[in-house]
């Protein structure tokens, strides 16, 4: 049982390999895509709480988006709620680059998914769903035994 988690993280890493590989000529680095992608599928997202999904620290978050604004990808915009605060937005110039990696990531998937049956791959939909659950159970349970 042990080397199934070590198999699902080499996966994971066989994958996001080959969409670097493939990216490389786009310009941006992993990490820039992982916050275009977020903030594009939210936008007005807090900074503070893109940090929190992509599991980063703030300022290494901070870096990122400070690249992405000099190259005209992402604004910032203050939150009016809390001026403390700033709101993420991708800019128009951005746009087209979200879909040709998004169309890329689609492409590497559906390679990497071929030949694999649409059940089967529900099923480990629902498996790994299982997985997540029950870790996320467990963290709470021992959070709440550690209090």
Not at 137 to 147: Q, T
């Amino acid at each position: 049982m042990e080397t199934i988690t070590f198999e699902i993280g080499e996966t994971a890493h066989a994958l996001r390999k080959a969409f670097d590989r493939r990216a490389v000529g786009f310009g941006v680095t992993r990490a820039q895509w992982k916050v275009l992608f977020k903030v594009s599928r939210r936008p007005g997202l807090r900074q503070h709480e893109l940090a929190d999904l992509l599991e980063v620290e703030p300022i290494t978050l901070s870096r990122i988006v400070d690249r992405l604004q000099e190259s005209g990808l992402i604004e910032r915009q203050s939150d009016p709620t809390d001026r403390r605060a700033w709101l993420l937005h991708v800019t128009e110039e951005a746009e087209p680059l979200v879909a040709k990696l998004k169309r890329l990531a689609d492409e590497m998937i559906a390679e990497a998914f071929a030949g694999i049956d649409d059940k089967d791959i529900e099923i480990t939909r629902q498996v790994l769903a299982r997985v997540r659950e029950n870790a996320a159970r467990n963290m709470e349970m021992n959070r709440a035994s550690n209090e």
